[in-house]
């Protein structure tokens, strides 16, 4: 059961999260000043990073300050460069680009010391979030590029989807959906292997792109996903982003009376009013709301209420749609005097809309045209540092000449010590060789010894021989008891293996009889699937009318197309699993053949990714590629048509299989709706679809594409 707190209750528990939250900043202060372990240090700035840098970055900045002034840290290149970093972050949030970009760029040349190649990507990512600030979009990929390539170098996934995700935002900015996409789809899947709670700030960016390509239903069901997940993360911020947009999305499709409950609920609830940006997008919704159900009575004053409210970043477009509503509401009431007024406004928004748009061109050239001086005067430095250090080696090397002449003269000394010590080892020697001969000595009577004491061994050997021999016999007979037994052990393996071999003769020939079966079956299904199709065509001979003649025409290329498939099976080894490239470029070439292309006419490319499926899905999915290709075929080309273009995709993801159809042609009927198509291809499209539990999507832009999402078993 939810509990809705009252609004006394939640000051009192934003109160304790803000001393909470002071107890914590005092105990990270006190630690950075008492330990001068460059570990600790660099850990604690980044915690308080996450606490002062973007609501309080000249508090931040202080602290900085002084940790970068300390006498016992002034030489470590670590704790410096990851000052400079912070330094840069601040400066980014208090919108001093220029100084962020140099402290970015101070902190990238510590870091060829330190040679810590993760944080250089993390620099990387923030210096060209630095750019993004100030919509220098190029110079943002640039160094995203960066950042990606160097994270991924290090090993570290997870900050490569932060990069990702900044990625897939910037392509969105461009208007550059697809790409977009495909940078939010890798970010979300490190994410999700990952169990990361972030993964749902990107699953937010990805229904936003629905939103724009006016894909509602799939928003919601991002939306949806993302609100059930940020309730079990107990994330209320999301749960209340989540919902809101759910309810956008509703006024997006003109479903005001659906939206309306869910607005006045959020309206009422005292978190919501707390988070500035979501009470803005609560207000706006409710006024479109009340709009929309033709309340203006009510939609009129909430409206009012927004035009005061502080929109980021879509300022002027967010007051020209709230004053486009008033308008039309003040008009529908017949209040044309205050109608005029607010389309006088709006007509002021729309004039500082495209002096903003403007402005922010300009600002763009200027920033790239600065950026390009300042890495002029960056590379003009970097040679000045390289003619330094060039001189330096050269004294470096006249340096190290002296020393080896001076180590030379001292290997010189040490020979001749080493000669003196030869002179003193020679008269030792010859002292040795004294002390030897005496030992010669006492080795010769030692040996007189040990000849006495051999002939008493050999006398102990003459009684060992009589001992052994009776070993020997001992063991001759064991080793004959051991013989007879392995022998008939030997015996009976045989006999079991004989009667094994022959288990497995009759095994093996009762399975090559049954695949060879198999094999008759596909060919005797391909011939009569043939005959069929033969027999449509001569009846077709007979028949005169054009709707007639193309129905048969039609039914002939699907029993075609069903032929295709049991051929395949039965002159391949594989006789349950065909090879789908093999079998599209076949089925491609049979209808091309079928409709009398001529060559050069329509082009056809495939991009089939080797794979092999069984029947229950070849089937209906070759019956779908026959209905899309022959649609393609007769309907997309006009006469005049100077190149045709087909493409088929068929690719393997985390999802399952994607199958896409694509032409250049004229494009779907205005007002054509797959749901409600009456036609027989159509109808087959969605039947043999929804056994395959795919998600069907046809855009209709610069000709047809149909896709088709077949989701894993």
């Known amino acids: 059961m939810k509990v809705a707190y009252p609004f006394t209750t939640l000051i009192l528990l934003l109160m304790f999260q803000t001393v909470a939250a002071q107890q914590d900043l005092n105990a990270l202060k ?349 590379a003009l430095l970097n040679k000045e540092n390289q003619l330094k250090e060039i001189d330096l080696q050269r004294q470096r090397n006249e340096v190290l000449l002296l020393a080896a002449k001076a180590q030379q003269r001292e290997q010189e000394l040490i020979l001749l010590n080493k000669d003196n010590e030869l002179k003193d080892l020679s008269i030792k020697e010859q002292q040795k060789t004294l002390l030897l001969s005496q030992a010669q000595n006492k080795q010769s009577t030692q040996e007189l010894l040990l000849l006495k004491q051999q002939a008493k061994l050999k006398d102990l050997e003459i009684r060992d021989n009589k001992k052994q021999k009776l070993l020997y016999t001992l063991g001759i007979a064991l080793t004959t008891l051991l013989a007879g037994g392995a022998f008939y052990l030997y015996s009976n393996k045989q006999k079991t293996t004989e009667q094994l071999a022959e288990k497995n003769a009759i095994i093996s020939k009762a399975l090559n009889e049954k695949e060879t079966l198999l094999k008759e079956i596909h060919h005797r299904v391909k011939n009569n699937l043939q005959v069929i199709s033969s027999l449509l065509k001569l009846q077709s001979k007979s028949i005169s009318d054009n709707v007639a003649l193309e129905a048969l025409k039609e039914g002939s290329n699907r029993v075609r197309s069903m032929a295709l498939i049991h051929q395949n099976l039965y002159t391949d080894e594989n006789l349950v699993s065909v090879d789908v490239k093999d079998y599209i470029e076949k089925l491609s070439e049979s209808l091309f053949h079928s409709y009398n292309i001529e060559p050069g006419k329509i082009q056809l490319t495939t991009q089939v990714d080797p794979i092999k499926l069984d029947v229950d899905t070849i089937i209906p999915l070759g019956l779908i590629l026959n209905e899309l290709i022959t649609n393609a075929l007769k309907y997309a080309f006009t006469e005049g048509t100077e190149q045709g273009k087909i493409g088929v995709t068929l690719k393997e993801n985390t999802r399952g299989l994607l199958l896409e159809v694509q032409d250049n042609g004229k494009g779907l009927p205005a007002g054509f709706q797959p749901e409600t198509a009456s036609s027989m291809g159509f109808q087959l499209i969605r039947s043999f679809a929804a056994k395959l539990k795919a998600e069907l999507n046809i855009v209709n832009e610069q000709g047809t594409t149909v896709q088709m999402l077949i989701a894993k078993a």
């Open 30 to 378: 006190q630690q950075l000043n008492s330990t001068s372990n460059e570990t600790i240090i660099v850990q604690t700035v980044d915690r308080l990073n996450n606490i002062l840098a973007r609501n309080k970055p000249r508090d931040f900045l202080d602290i900085l300050k002084t940790l970068r002034e300390r006498s016992d840290l002034k030489t470590n290149k670590l704790v410096q460069e990851e000052v400079l970093h912070q330094y840069g972050i601040c400066y980014t949030n208090l919108r001093k680009y220029d100084s962020a970009v140099w402290y970015f760029r101070r902190a990238l040349d510590l870091n060829q010391a330190t040679n810590n190649i993760l944080q250089r990507g993390i620099i990387h990512h923030d210096l060209g979030y630095a750019y993004y600030e100030q919509n220098v979009y190029d110079s943002t990929m640039l160094y995203y590029y960066k950042a990606l390539e160097e994270k991924k170098q290090a090993g570290n996934s997870l900050s490569a989807a932060v990069t990702l995700n900044g990625l897939g935002l910037v392509q969105r900015m461009r208007n550059n959906i697809a790409s977009s996409r495909e940078y939010y789809t890798e970010a979300l899947s490190i994410y999700e292997k990952a169990s990361d709670r972030r993964m749902l700030s990107v699953m937010m960016n990805i229904a936003t792109l629905y939103n724009l390509q006016k894909r509602y239903d799939s928003a919601t069901a991002v939306f949806n996903r993302v609100y059930q997940l940020a309730e079990g993360y107990k994330d209320p911020n999301l749960m209340f982003s989540a919902k809101v947009n759910i309810a956008l999305g509703l006024n997006y499709q003109y479903k005001y009376t659906e939206a309306l409950p869910v607005f006045q609920e959020l309206s009422k609830d005292p978190r919501v009013k707390q988070i500035e940006d979501l009470n803005n997008a609560v207000l706006y919704g409710l006024g479109q709301a009340y709009y929309g159900t033709k309340d203006y009575a009510k939609a009129i004053p909430i409206l009012q209420q927004c035009l005061t409210l502080r929109f980021k970043n879509t300022k002027f477009q967010t007051l020209a749609a709230i004053t486009n509503l008033l308008y039309m509401a003040e008009k529908e009431q017949g209040h044309y005097e205050q109608a005029l007024l607010y389309y006088e406004q709006l007509k002021g928004y729309s004039d500082s809309l495209m002096n903003n748009s403007r402005t922010a061109m300009l600002e763009e050239l200027d920033a790239k045209y600065k950026a390009t001086q300042k890495e002029q005067q960056i």
